[in-house]
T-cell receptor, first 112, second 106 residues
Framework: DAGVIQSPRHEVTEMGQEVTLRCKPI?????LFWYRQTMMRGLELLIY????????DSGMPEDRFSAKMPNASFSTLKIQPSEPRDSAVYFC??????????FGQGTRLTVV | GIQVEQSPPDLILQEGANSTLRCNFS?????LQWFHQNPWGQLINLFY???GTKQNGRLSATTVATERYSLLYISSSQTTDSGVYFC????????FGSGTKLNVKP
């Protein structure tokens, strides 16, 4: 298995632009998580899905953030419009139930 | 939510030394996982350990669920062990500790 795949690995965008981060979970996993990591806040859970349904989005910072999971093999996290304070590393992770979770390599987002 | 506390926050070792990292959690859990974030930022799942002890090479982990703590042992540390070690407690969503930053010097 190729593991959790995220794209792009790096994204530099201007303030106000729309940013879309993508994630392909491990096949057969029914949970998908989006995390954000910054020096100040550490690892923050933004949203998680179970069987493609959003279960808890209480960590999504603002209405500018949205996430979708149209099928079991694909999820997106969108920021519109982006702001400099959104700069962070965004991780996607997947698991089967609450067993071992596996993380993607992350997307380093820089908003200038 | 579940509170997860890790100690120590920072640790500096000379190559070859042994160390113990601790993770305390505030509520009963069904499992606990240890992760290593290497200097390149990649998060690697080291152990899925609801209870008891597991070993993987120079690393081993012990979870005592009844007393709400887990320990990660690193023996004969190497520079490649450097990075941040997180424990995470899943309760449908994963609650992460703030991590132990380990620096192994040659």
């Amino acid at each position: 298995d190729a593991g959790v795949i995220q794209s792009p690995r790096h994204e530099v965008t201007e303030m106000g632009q729309e940013v879309t981060l993508r994630c392909k979970p491990i096949s057969g996993h029914d949970y998908l998580f989006w995390y954000r990591q910054t020096m100040m806040r550490g690892l923050e859970l933004l949203i998680y899905f179970n069987n493609n349904v959003p279960i808890d989005d209480s960590g999504m910072p603002e209405d500018r953030f949205s996430a979708k999971m149209p099928n079991a093999s694909f999820s997106t996290l969108k920021i519109q419009p982006s702001e400099p304070r959104d700069s962070a590393v965004y991780f996607c992770a997947s698991s089967k139930g609450t067993t071992r979770a596996f993380f993607g390599q992350g997307t380093r987002l820089t908003v200038v | 939510g579940i509170q997860v506390e890790q100690s120590p926050p920072d640790l500096i070792l000379q190559e070859g030394a042994n160390s113990t990292l601790r993770c305390n959690f505030s509520d009963s859990v069904n499992n606990l996982q240890w992760f290593h974030q290497n200097p390149w930022g990649q998060l690697i799942n080291l152990f899925y350990i609801p209870s008891g002890t597991k070993q993987n090479g120079r690393l081993s982990a012990t979870t005592v669920a009844t007393e709400r703590y887990s320990l990660l042992y690193i023996s004969s540390s190497q520079t490649t062990d450097s990075g941040v070690y997180f424990c995470a407690v899943p309760d449908y969503k994963f609650y992460f500790g703030s991590g132990t930053k380990l620096n192994v010097k040659p």
